[in-house]
């Protein structure tokens, strides 16, 4: 049975020809169920603080995994991106046109040096061969 402030408060003790002083018992008593009543209140607010870290830790737990996930998911996204416009690479290299995906459109890409993939390009847009294309460069030292 579980051992209550009320059961130490109502507690009684026989008493015997040399027993023990009431009063000493009694006032013993008293601090008895004072002590135990703040041990259990505190108990009971050290329970539900626990509760609410627990709470919060499983919270970051799962924030974790999501953030773990979404790294895992960036990071195929790259190498998949990296495969993929290494492929395109070597594809222009050989004189091939490429597609590729931008921010708003899908675009058409060459080697602009090249003659036959440039031509490919105008064929490919229907485009009158006195209207530019567009060229990127890398880095100023490419320019011709």
Same mark, same amino acid.
């Given at each position: 049975?579980?051992?209550?402030?009320?059961? !130490?408060? +109502?507690?009684?003790? %026989?008493?015997?020809?040399?027993?023990?002083?009431? $009063?000493?018992?009694?006032?013993?008593?008293? &601090?008895?169920?004072? =002590?135990?009543?703040?041990?259990?209140?505190? +108990?009971?607010?050290?329970?539900?603080? *626990?509760?609410?870290? =627990?709470? %919060?830790?499983?919270?970051?737990?799962?924030?974790?995994?999501?953030?773990? +996930?979404?790294?895992? *998911?960036? &990071? =195929?996204?790259?190498?998949?991106?990296?495969?993929?416009?290494?492929? &395109?690479?070597? *594809?222009?290299?050989?004189?091939?046109?490429?597609?590729? /995906?931008?921010?708003?459109?899908?675009?058409?890409?060459?080697?602009?040096?090249? $003659? +036959?993939?440039?031509?490919?390009?105008?064929?490919?847009?229907?485009? /009158?061969?006195?209207? /530019? *294309? !567009?060229?990127?460069? !890398?880095?100023?030292?490419?320019?011709?």
């Amino acid at each position: 049975m579980k051992l209550t402030a009320m059961d !130490i408060n +109502n507690k009684e003790f %026989k008493r015997g020809l040399r027993g023990y002083s009431v $009063e000493e018992v009694d006032e013993f008593l008293d &601090q008895v169920v004072e =002590n135990y009543e703040e041990l259990y209140k505190e +108990n009971s607010r050290l329970k539900e603080s *626990l509760s609410r870290v =627990n709470e %919060k830790l499983e919270h970051y737990e799962k924030l974790e995994a999501t953030i773990q +996930n979404t790294l895992l *998911l960036a &990071q =195929n996204a790259a190498d998949q991106a990296k495969e993929s416009s290494e492929k &395109q690479a070597e *594809l222009i290299k050989e004189g091939k046109t490429v597609i590729f /995906p931008t921010e708003t459109v899908y675009g058409l890409g060459a080697n602009a040096l090249d $003659e +036959n993939a440039v031509k490919k390009i105008y064929e490919a847009k229907g485009r /009158p061969s006195d209207n /530019p *294309l !567009i060229v990127h460069i !890398i880095k100023k030292k490419y320019i011709i």
